[in-house]
């Protein structure tokens, strides 16, 4: 009885543990839905108002563009594509352009 016991609060204090790690590795996205939830809870919206608000909320349309993070090749890609674009480059050379500026290294 006191085995099964131990087992049962050892397998609660490693759940817990566990779940305490979920919440540190939330991707941005659910991080936003965690948020955009409680702030619909707390307005009480129900409805065709919550899906509404939720679906605006995730959306983020109140931030900047600039404030959503991008990847270091997303970043890189973005950079690429504006020169080529100052460049007025077209077809093959433009094609050409954006495989050598991916590859280069980024500083």
């Known amino acids: 009885m006191k085995n099964v016991l131990a087992i049962a609060l050892l397998a609660g204090v490693v759940g817990s543990g566990m779940a305490m790690a979920a919440e540190k590795t939330m991707t941005p ?4 839905m965690t948020t955009c939830n409680q702030q619909a809870s707390a307005q009480t ?3 065709d108002e919550r899906k509404a608000y939720m679906s605006r909320c995730l959306k ?3 931030s900047a563009p600039a404030d959503k993070s ?5 970043q890189k ?3 690429c ?4 674009g100052r460049q007025t480059l ?8 954006m495989s050598a ?3 280069k290294q980024v500083r």
């Open 29 to 32: 996205q659910q991080q936003r």
């Open 45 to 47: 919206l129900k409805g």
């Open 60 to 62: 983020n349309s109140q």
């Open 70 to 74: 991008l990847t270091p090749q997303q």
């Open 77 to 79: 890609m973005k950079e």
């Open 81 to 84: 594509n504006a020169e080529a």
């Open 90 to 97: 077209s077809g093959e050379a433009r094609k050409t352009f």
């Open 101 to 103: 500026c991916l590859k």
